[in-house]
């Protein structure tokens, strides 16, 4: 039987949920059914902000960094009445599956209107990789490589100058941006939420190694220091030359890596099969090569692969 599906990306922005909203549109077409665009994710939904896709809203928006259909953060939509509003506009247009791409709190959300008998499928956006359901969510590769290009860059002009640079990388409070970031450009020391280092054991190393090097990267996820205080007190104790970088919001931007766009892609046409199977409150992941399901709450739960193995490799690699 044909459906209506409505697509929509919520919570912040990664490269490559564009991606996953032309697979959708496309592989729904292809299948016989008819995709709506929602625009500024739940407000959208609310606000009825959906259009039936058609392909002049979709063409060349596979390349697009960000999300054409943008992205607003709703708070109240925890609120059961502010929901049932969702799922009112919903009804009206006869649309009872939705693909959510998003974070954490955008699975709650798509969670939530599961139990209010919508079908909905999650699929991981976000930079962060922090959604334990997947390998890699989308937009992490991408970002990873602005963090990479960024710390070789801030590299090089450190070398010029013998500097240590404190350099804090986006993850929320996962450490994966700055843990691969550190391990693909040699950072010296790298502090993480899962493996935090004190501002003295930071000192510490700065004063062992600033002899025999000339630049130092310090990559540290956000949250965790005030960097500009951190910096000045790593001069003042060892000495070095020290600054502050806050990669800020370049690592959210810029045109999807291939593995974006692929794991997107392979992504959204496996929500759309899943929906015809009527399957919901399930979100969807890439474990290895392979396509996995899950409880949607369920996978909200779930812990973050244990990176102190990861870490410490890491930092044997100094
Ligand atoms: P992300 O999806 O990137 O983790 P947010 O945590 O901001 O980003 O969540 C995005 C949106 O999901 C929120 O603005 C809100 O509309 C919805 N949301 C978050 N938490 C819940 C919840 N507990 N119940 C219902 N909706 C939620």
Not at 60 to 80: C, H, K, N, Q, V
Request: with cysteine.
């Amino acid at each position: 039987m044909s459906k209506k599906i409505a697509i929509l990306t919520s919570g912040g922005d990664s490269q490559g949920m564009n991606a996953a909203v032309v697979a959708a549109v496309k592989s729904s077409w292809a299948k016989g059914h008819k995709p709506y665009l929602v625009y500024e994710g739940y407000k959208g939904l609310i606000e009825n902000k959906i259009v039936e896709a058609k392909p002049e809203l979709i063409n060349g928006m596979i390349s697009r960094g960000g999300t054409f259909l943008g992205s607003a953060r709703l708070p109240e939509f925890a609120e059961l009445k502010v929901r049932q509003k969702a799922v009112k506009v919903l009804e009206k247009i006869g649309i009872d599956s939705l693909i959510v791409i998003g974070g954490d709190g955008s699975y709650m959300g798509a969670a939530k209107l599961a139990e209010m008998g919508i079908n909905t499928v999650g699929l991981p956006g976000t930079i962060d990789n922090d959604i334990a359901s997947t390998d890699w969510t989308i937009g992490f590769d991408t970002s990873l490589g602005v963090v990479v290009d960024s710390i070789d860059k801030i590299r090089d002009t450190s070398e010029s100058h013998r500097r240590a640079m404190v350099i804090e990388v986006m993850g929320r409070y996962c450490g994966d941006l700055a843990i691969y970031g550190a391990l693909s450009t040699g950072a010296e020391i790298l502090s993480v939420p899962e493996s935090k280092l004190s501002e003295e054991q930071i000192i510490k190393k700065v004063n062992e190694l600033k002899d025999s090097k000339r630049s130092l990267m310090i990559v540290v996820t956000e949250h965790m220091y005030d960097v500009n205080k951190l910096a000045k007190k790593i001069q003042e104790k060892t000495g070095v030359e020290s600054r502050a970088h806050v990669l800020g919001y370049t690592q959210r931007g810029g045109i999807p890596t291939p593995k974006d766009r692929i794991l997107a892609s392979l992504l959204a046409e496996e929500a759309v099969n899943r929906i015809e199977k009527n399957e919901k409150g399930i979100c969807l992941g890439m474990i290895g090569e392979e396509i996995k399901s899950f409880d949607i709450l369920e996978a909200v739960k779930m812990k973050n692969p244990d990176r102190t193995d990861l870490i410490k490799r890491v930092r044997k690699l100094i």
